[in-house]
């Protein structure tokens, strides 16, 4: 069995101790269905395909609407659109949601990704296409974002509490436990830390290995953050 620590920063810290765990995809989709009517759920090359997938669940609702005229949402939600929603490009209609969370393991390897939620059926997944991705939350420390495009054309982008935002694999066949800690000023400076080291790089930074090998050579940095992590633990 693998642990996985996450958390959430406090600039992300919208709903509090409310964020959910993130959930087995094969159990979240299967939930209130009739098995015996899913037939691919019987077909092995499916359950291989999911193994170690994790729905990233929203914590709140938000809606954004689009059309010719440009983006709109409603004057009540003005506080949280500015808290909750990053605008990389009105023109590309590129925007990250500000719900990060910050996975992180003991174990010297674990490659996790950041994928669409395909088997999902919602507004905010028919409507948009995530950004993807791939680190090893054993080699780095950050949190994992939530970017998107919004599809062309007029767009209702709509999120509710408790939707996947985004699917997690982790690529192992050990079965992975999580287990949340409080991401205290401290924990997140050390986020800061790694991230901050991509800042006024050269051409050599746009490999993942080039990361993995500056935080790997402080050797005691991750002790540091896995002990601070287990002093902060809420589950």
Known sequence: MITVYWGVPELSNFTGIRHTEPTPLLSH??????????????????RKSIE?????????????????????????????????????????????WNMRHIFFTEEDSL??????????????????SLVTGQFDIGKWFRPAECSFTVKSGNRSVSIKENDPMYYLKFHTSKKIQFKRFLCTPEIYSYVNSTVHSRNYHSHDANSLDWYYKIFGKHRKFKSLIIKKIKENLID
């Open 111 to 128: 490659l996790m990704d950041l994928i669409h939620p395909w088997l999902e059926d919602n507004e905010f997944t028919n409507n948009v």
């Open 29 to 46: 989709h299967l939930k209130g269905k009739n098995l015996q009517a899913v037939e691919y759920n019987k077909c092995p090359a499916f």
């Open 52 to 96: 170690n997938t994790f729905c990233g669940m929203s914590s709140l609702p938000f809606t954004l609407n689009f059309h010719e005229q440009g983006m709109f949402y409603d004057e009540n939600q003005q506080q949280l659109f500015e808290r909750l929603v990053v605008i990389r490009s009105i023109q590309d209609r590129l925007f990250s």
